[in-house]
């Protein structure tokens, strides 16, 4: 029988104008994976910051061991054996491994007050080697692939020897085969008696590792299961509230003529001789295996960054553009991979973001209007279901999957005639991604050819016309999405 370690009951938090967290009920025992599932702005963030002492809870109760306690900060989680490691790793670039693992509980020599050098990176070596980490403990720490972050983040809760772990969207920004290797990692943690709070959107995932699931919605506690005994249509229902009749939603309208060329597009070291064209209400979908440079190829499209030899045409027209803001001016947009470092100003409110790809159309004698800015971006919000309180609301705030809506809102913002959309459900729950294929179907609709960068393969076949797959920087083939199989897309991915 395993033992319980954390409970959390009753839990509640407010923020102004929210309620985050209702009235939540979670468990977790050792040596268990419980998986955590959940839309976006279901609660799931503010409910890791309360375990790991960020916030805490207007009423309710936290017990570790049976017992209750008061979780004064960060560092009293860490002393009570609680970590947390997140999609979107946190670390210092430019200092080694070893010191990002015991960064603020360094080895010191007592007596001369220093850092012990040789024993940090000894028993960083250790860690790593019951990580089967690939590295070594002195590599910079700038240097290493986000799956090899991630190990290191492993390895630092593993070095203030928790035994409570929380994972959240670990495998978002992973390939199949770092899906694999931190599987396996996490399976020895269980093995361990570590107990591991798993979140993820991803069904795969929960199938994979968990033993049990539990699911929040609007900031409230719905169920749990043990994983054997429930299916992916029973989750669905308990995360959106709704049944989801169609996931990838059907579309009546047929492409029209062609309106987008990219024509023998190279640059050396990233791809080379790639050649493709998107007709006007049309998806083609880019894909393949990580690292096959599809984005790449959409940020030399876009004007981030530069290529070698090859031609670009819209509507006929020839681009000769190296800027962003020369493809925004002619009527290409783009949804980059890393939402929070490209596409939006976290800092700033939900209605400047959304102004800003298209500020000329706010401009009145040399000001802004902020009444148009503010009701065009009410408007564009309310069009897209973006979770907030008003405009007024900083990014920063909003949950993943609302985040994304706000830069697809800022897209229709620009008079845009090709949207780049790269890898845009990345990240989000199953009823934010319903919404954003419902929105890229009224685009087309409405006459906008999109291009969709997604190594999603029921994504790929369920929303796109035709599909282009590329490897090691080339594309390797060409299908009509009616004639296409994830064996045929796999097969043409993996040739060499």
């Known amino acids: 029988m395993l033992e319980t370690i954390l409970e959390m009951q009753h839990i509640t938090k407010s923020f102004p104008g929210v309620k985050a967290l209702d009235d939540v009920h979670f468990d977790l025992k050792s040596g268990e994976i419980h998986a955590l599932m959940g839309e976006n702005g279901a609660g799931k963030s503010t409910f890791i910051k309360i375990i790991t002492g960020v916030h805490r809870p207007d009423s309710g109760d936290l017990l570790l061991d049976g017992k209750p306690v008061d979780i004064n900060g960060p560092l009293d989680a860490q002393a009570r054996g609680i970590a947390a490691i997140y999609q979107h790793v946190t670390c210092f670039p430019d200092l080694s491994v070893a010191e990002n693992i015991f960064m603020g509980h360094e080895k010191v020599v007592s007596a001369a007050k220093r850092i012990d050098w040789r024993a940090m990176n000894q028993a960083a070596a250790e860690l790593l080697s019951q990580l089967d980490a690939n590295f070594d403990c002195r590599a910079v720490m700038g240097t290493l692939s986000v799956a090899q972050q991630q190990i290191v983040e492993i390895a630092k809760a593993l070095s203030t020897n928790a035994r409570i772990i929380i994972m959240d969207e670990p495998t978002a920004p992973l390939s199949s085969r770092e899906c694999e290797d931190l599987y396996r990692i996490t399976e020895g943690l269980k093995q361990k008696g570590v107990g591991v709070i798993f979140i993820s959107h991803r069904f795969e995932d929960m199938y994979r590792l968990a033993d049990r699931v539990t699911v929040f919605r609007d900031g409230k506690y719905i169920n749990s299961w043990n994983v054997k ?112 470092k490209q596409g939006l100003v976290l800092r700033w409110e939900i209605a400047k973001n959304i102004s800003l790809s298209a500020l000329e159309k706010f401009i009145r004698n040399g000001w802004i209007d902020r009444d148009k800015e503010n009701s065009t971006a009410g408007e564009l919000a309310e069009k897209l279901k973006v979770k907030a309180v008003s405009v007024h609301d900083k990014v920063s705030t909003l ?75 080339r594309v390797t083939a060409e299908f009509e999405t009616k004639n296409a199989t994830q064996e045929k897309i796999l097969r043409a991915a993996m040739r060499e």
């Open 399 to 473: 949950s993943g999957g609302n985040q994304q809506k706000v830069i697809v809102a800022k897209l229709l913002t620009a008079d845009m005639k090709v949207i780049i959309l790269d890898e845009p459900t990345k990240g989000v729950d199953v009823g934010a991604k319903t919404a954003i294929y419902t929105i890229m179907n009224d685009l087309v609709a409405m006459g906008y050819g999109i291009i969709m960068v997604s190594s999603e393969m029921p994504e790929v076949l369920g929303m796109s016309n035709r599909i282009v797959v590329m490897r090691d920087g």
């Open 229 to 340: 005994e429930v299916d992916e249509h029973a989750l669905v229902l308990a995360m959106v509230g709704r049944e989801i009749v169609q996931f990838f939603p059907k579309r009546d309208t047929a492409p029209g003529e062609e309106i987008f060329r990219v024509e023998g597009l190279s640059r050396t070291g990233f791809f080379k001789d790639v050649s493709f064209s998107v007709r006007k209400g049309e998806i083609l979908a880019l894909t393949g295996l990580v690292g096959a440079g599809r984005t790449e190829v959409c940020e030399a499209v876009y004007g981030v960054t530069p290529y070698d030899s090859g031609t670009i045409t819209l509507g006929g027209k020839d681009l000769q553009h190296t800027a962003v803001s020369k493809s925004i001016a002619c009527g290409i947009g783009y949804l980059p991979e890393d939402r929070l």
